[in-house]
């Protein structure tokens, strides 16, 4: 027979756990934002370029796309006289 493959069922939180308070998450976000590694100015404006060329491109090919198909559904339907 084949083993079965379900997800374990989620856990049920004890009532002996307590949640977190919000100066606890609070220390705990500081702690974390502690960790990350800040892009320097000069990554920062790499990243910027980079992304503003790709959005600019995509602009450009979803444009010419949307006015070819449009063409060529007009053509094929005949939608203006």
Known sequence: ??????????????RSEKRTGPFLFYRQV?????????PTQQQLTTY?????????????IVSLLDLGLG???????GGRN
């Open 1 to 14: 027979m084949s083993e079965s493959t379900t997800a374990p069922a989620p856990k049920k939180r004890d």
């Open 48 to 60: 910027f370029i980079v992304v503003l060329v790709f959005v600019l491109v995509m602009m450009a």
């Open 71 to 77: 063409k060529a559904f007009f053509e094929i339907f």
């Open 30 to 38: 500081v702690a974390e934002l502690r960790k990350v590694v800040w």
